[in-house]
């Protein structure tokens, strides 16, 4: 953890300044440093081969030759054969019944690694699970978005992320928070905005909502990275005695990712400063 942190330090922006992404939703950023926890850098490393293999791959099969091979060389053939064996064996295997609420294919919010390897190009993407120690020093960065994560905790581990921020922040620098707002869907529900299945749909697309796995509840670090549920719900409120517990003044200071209230107008956007 120190050498990445030391790591961590130097990567100053075209601004001369360290801003950090906190997200769980794949939000990568040019001008910052992106802390997302579905993030595989060994995969990513291996994308390119991984291209040519499967270029080389399509380029063996579409030979001529080979496929002559395959027809007249008794080696070739059992090359051929004994896979198809296999797989024909396995299809036949009993296989685990499928989880209550796993739909296979498209499930959950996974990041595709060769979007991911996209992203490595264009900014610093690096792997963090929320919840755990920010991988910087003490008053080292000037400025923190962090999206969408806070209510995918407890609220002990929220207050240690949210004290983590101050932790890492230098004096006067700032914090932008998102979440989603309670309170604005319910009193568009009162109003008449939305009606009860529309309020019911916003809370279960908030929560993550999904049958529960009793084996997953009882082991809360074995939940997939890319397939969070939400903890807790927010207001101004409470978010703001959440920030104010965690050392931070609020504050309307304009900040590196004010852009963000646009393309989330829904959402409840504070902004905190360490004093």
Same mark, same amino acid.
């Given at each position: 953890? #120190?050498?990445?942190?030391?790591?961590?330090?130097?990567?100053?922006?075209?601004?001369?300044?360290?801003?950090?992404?906190?997200?769980?939703?794949?939000?990568?950023?040019?001008?910052?440093?992106?802390?997302?926890?579905?993030?595989? #850098?060994? +995969?990513?490393?291996?994308?390119?081969?991984?291209?040519?293999?499967?270029?080389?791959?399509?380029?063996?099969?579409?030979?001529?030759?080979?496929?002559?091979?395959?027809?007249?060389?008794?080696?070739?053939?059992?090359?051929?054969?004994?896979?198809? +064996?296999?797989?024909? +064996?396995?299809?036949?295997?009993?296989?685990?019944?499928?989880?209550?609420?796993?739909?296979?294919?498209?499930?959950?919010?996974?990041?595709?690694?060769?979007?991911?390897?996209?992203?490595?190009?264009?900014?610093?993407?690096?792997?963090?699970?929320?919840?755990?120690?920010?991988?910087?020093?003490?008053?080292?960065?000037?400025?923190?978005?962090?999206?969408?994560?806070?209510?995918?905790?407890?609220?002990?581990?929220?207050?240690?992320?949210?004290?983590?921020?101050?932790?890492?922040?230098?004096?006067?620098?700032?914090?932008?928070?998102?979440?989603?707002?309670?309170?604005?869907?319910?009193?568009?529900?009162?109003?008449?905005?939305?009606?009860?299945?529309?309020?019911?749909?916003?809370?279960?697309?908030?929560?993550?909502?999904?049958?529960?796995?009793?084996?997953?509840?009882?082991?809360?670090?074995?939940?997939?990275?890319?397939?969070?549920?939400?903890?807790?719900?927010?207001?101004?409120?409470?978010?703001?005695?959440?920030?104010?517990?965690?050392?931070?003044?609020?504050?309307?200071?304009?900040? #590196?990712?004010?852009?963000?209230?646009?393309?989330?107008?829904?959402?409840?956007? +504070?902004?905190?400063?360490? #004093?």
């Amino acid at each position: 953890m #120190p050498g990445r942190d030391r790591r961590l330090r130097h990567l100053r922006n075209s601004h001369g300044e360290i801003w950090v992404n906190i997200t769980s939703s794949h939000l990568v950023l040019a001008d910052f440093v992106n802390l997302d926890p579905s993030y595989s #850098p060994g +995969l990513v490393g291996a994308y390119p081969a991984l291209g040519w293999a499967r270029a080389l791959h399509r380029a063996l099969c579409a030979s001529r030759t080979l496929s002559l091979l395959r027809r007249t060389g008794t080696a070739a053939w059992r090359a051929v054969r004994w896979p198809r +064996l296999a797989a024909t +064996l396995t299809r036949h295997l009993p296989r685990r019944p499928a989880r209550p609420g796993r739909s296979g294919r498209g499930r959950g919010r996974g990041w595709a690694v060769r979007r991911q390897w996209e992203a490595s190009r264009t900014a610093v993407v690096v792997r963090h699970r929320p919840g755990r120690r920010l991988p910087l020093a003490d008053g080292s960065v000037d400025h923190i978005l962090c999206a969408h994560v806070v209510q995918e905790l407890p609220p002990r581990v929220a207050g240690r992320v949210l004290a983590e921020c101050a932790r890492i922040l230098r004096p006067g620098g700032t914090l932008h928070l998102v979440l989603p707002d309670l309170r604005q869907a319910v009193d568009r529900y009162v109003r008449g905005e939305i009606d009860a299945d529309e309020l019911v749909a916003w809370q279960r697309l908030n929560d993550g909502h999904r049958p529960a796995d009793p084996r997953r509840a009882r082991h809360p670090r074995r939940r997939e990275p890319a397939d969070p549920q939400n903890r807790w719900h927010y207001d101004e409120h409470t978010a703001r005695r959440r920030l104010v517990a965690a050392g931070f003044h609020l504050s309307r200071t304009p900040t #590196p990712s004010t852009g963000l209230v646009e393309t989330d107008p829904v959402s409840l956007h +504070l902004v905190a400063v360490r #004093p």
